[in-house]
């Protein structure tokens, strides 16, 4: 399923001696070329089977490999280490500030929600006893048939008949061309996953020793989810060992197949205009906040009406060609108000599309609640029929950020939407940016020396979260709620979710007031 041998006809090396080394008696003629650098140097022909190339473990001779202790800095360490590491994108400008703006596109935040005097760090009086991560798939290409595709073609039909000019901001766009691909994992998408898995190692790994069997790690099956799953391993085990290490569990997204981690398949109304509901809100404000730009920039595009649509487009392509490309010449179009805006038109299509304001949401999240009580209680699910393996203290999966905001939802987590509905002709103050890139569930034993766990906490992110929308969770400082309550609450809000209403019930969408926790409001229901 990966592989790590070389490529010797796509990749192009130095020709070192361990390079030499590995080819000697096979092609002779050209290890050690004296005529070229490059590998293999061209006209060569390259008859070398795969088996020329032993693996580092048959080749032998590694030198000392003493290992160090597993670690465990959220229990050590005195200070969080942030998720800030953009190498090697280039920071954009916005048109009007220098540098402000990589704060306001949508890469992983940093905020805190509520709960400013705790951190990741285990509080002092506990211990850690498991940890269940939730993570997100890395930086990937724009989805199949989206709008920044729809906008680079329709420039590209008026530029192939001759008669699009454009000039001054947007001169780059007469030789602009539509370079990204669709769905699948960026080169930096990778890093961003490498860096979890060893972020996680480092944090959590002491954990590692009480396993006796290998660890699971669950991801959907879509190829830049399975790519983002084996990075993080790869990060989290290192390369040699990853496939060693533990298992890799694969379940496959597609309609027809139940599988928390991609919930929209078996949801009707995931897949329809109650869906569509997030990027509706978000077209509307879109219209607003972009209109300035319209008549901005439109002047210096002849031969194409610029339309809203193909402003976002632009912002999106300004964040898209960013993480695909390391610079997109988009960014420094937008002011850092536009850029502001923008961000807000993100919160707006998760929060209505995939947050508390779809009626869908905790319907298509609750699975992975029921799962996260199966594996805290060690009890196997019988409702829904699908069976989780309670017995390993650290749980990984890979899923979709829309998957991961409605499972927040589900879990009641209200206190990222406390505001109530948000708005679509204004950006609230105060408002929160809740969605972001993984879910941290720490179970403590408190006091240290407990000999059970006793208290459960959650993350996202670098944020600890308030749980005090779970009923029986009290307000805690550092976000703490009892192991037995938290538990409590989970089961009650299964059975509060009514999953085959609010997934295949043919329903039109109440006024989004009275949508607050991604359910169709149950006293409505007829
Ligand atoms: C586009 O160019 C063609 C040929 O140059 C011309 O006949 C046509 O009127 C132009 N269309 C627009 C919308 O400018
Ligand atoms: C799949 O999910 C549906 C809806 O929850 C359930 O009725 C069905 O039994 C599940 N099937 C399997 C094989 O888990
Ligand atoms: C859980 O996984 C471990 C390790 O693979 C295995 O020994 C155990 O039987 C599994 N338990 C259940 C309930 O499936
Ligand atoms: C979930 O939140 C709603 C209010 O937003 C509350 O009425 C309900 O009791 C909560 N459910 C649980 C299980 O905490
Ligand atoms: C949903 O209900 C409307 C109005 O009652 C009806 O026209 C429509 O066909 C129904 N759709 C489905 C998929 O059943």
């Not at 927040?408 to 105060?430: K, R, Y």
């Not at 192991?483 to 609010?502: C, K, N, P, Y």
Request: glycine share 8%; hydrophobic share 40%.
């Amino acid at each position: 399923m990966f592989s790590l041998k070389h490529q010797p006809l796509t990749i192009t090396l130095l020709n070192i001696g361990w390079f030499v080394s590995v080819q000697a008696g096979v092609a002779s003629t050209f290890a050690g070329s004296p005529t070229s650098a490059n590998f293999p140097p061209s006209g060569a022909i390259v008859s070398a089977h795969d088996s020329f190339f032993p693996g580092a473990s048959a080749v032998g001779f590694a030198g000392p490999t003493p290992t160090g202790d597993e670690a465990d800095s959220v229990v050590t360490a005195p200070a969080v280490a942030k998720m800030d590491n953009i190498f090697p994108l280039i920071k954009p400008d916005s048109a009007d500030t220098k540098s402000k703006l990589w704060d306001t596109l949508p890469v992983a935040s940093v905020k805190s929600f509520g709960l400013p005097n705790t951190s990741p760090l285990i509080p002092k009086d506990c211990e850690l006893s498991e940890v269940h991560l939730l993570h997100r798939h890395g930086a990937r290409y724009p989805s199949d048939g989206s709008l920044r595709a729809a906008f680079a073609g329709a420039l590209n039909a008026v530029a192939t008949r001759g008669n699009l000019s454009a000039s001054g901001p947007l001169n780059f766009i007469n030789t602009w061309r539509y370079r990204l691909g669709a769905e699948i994992l960026t080169p930096f998408g990778r890093s961003e996953l490498f860096n979890l898995g060893v972020g996680f190692r480092m944090k959590y790994s002491d954990l590692l020793k009480v396993f006796k069997d290998l660890p699971v790690f669950r991801t959907a099956s879509q190829a830049r989810m399975v790519d983002s799953a084996l990075h993080f391993a790869v990060g989290f085990f290192g390369v040699q060992d990853f496939q060693r290490e533990y298992h890799q569990l694969i379940t496959i997204e597609e309609e027809g197949f139940n599988n928390t981690l991609s919930p929209y398949f078996q949801c009707q109304n995931g897949g329809n205009e109650i869906a569509g509901l997030g990027s509706d809100k978000a077209l509307q404000w879109a219209d607003i906040y972009l209109r300035p730009a319209i008549a901005r920039l439109g002047r210096f595009l002849e031969g194409y009406d610029l339309q809203v649509e193909d402003l976002v487009a632009m912002q999106l392509l300004c964040a898209y060609e960013t993480n695909a490309l390391g610079y997109s010449a988009f960014c420094h179009l937008f002011t850092e108000e536009e850029w502001k805006g923008f961000n807000y038109f993100i919160d707006l299509s998760l929060l209505y599309g995939a947050g508390p304001g779809n009626p869908a949401s905790s319907a298509m999240g609750i699975g992975y609640v029921q799962e996260v009580v199966s594996r805290l209680t060690q009890e196997q699910i019988t409702q829904f029929k699908t069976t989780v393996n309670g017995t390993i203290p650290i749980y990984v999966d890979a899923t979709h950020d829309i998957v991961l905001s409605r499972i927040l939802v589900a879990m009641n987590f209200t206190s990222l939407a406390a505001n109530g509905p948000l708005p679509i002709d204004h950006i609230p103050e105060n408002q929160i940016s809740p969605f972001a890139s993984n879910l941290v569930g720490q179970v403590l034993e408190c006091p240290t020396g407990a000999s059970k766990a006793t208290h459960i906490r959650w993350l996202l992110n670098d944020a600890v979260l308030p749980l005090t929308g779970i009923s029986g969770c009290k307000p805690h400082s550092n976000g703490l709620c009892e192991l037995s309550t938290f538990i409590t609450g989970m089961r009650q809000r299964i059975e509060e979710v009514d999953f085959w209403f609010d997934c295949f019930g043919n329903y039109t969408v109440p006024n989004p007031d009275y949508i607050t926790n991604g359910q169709f409001p149950p006293n409505l229901r007829n």
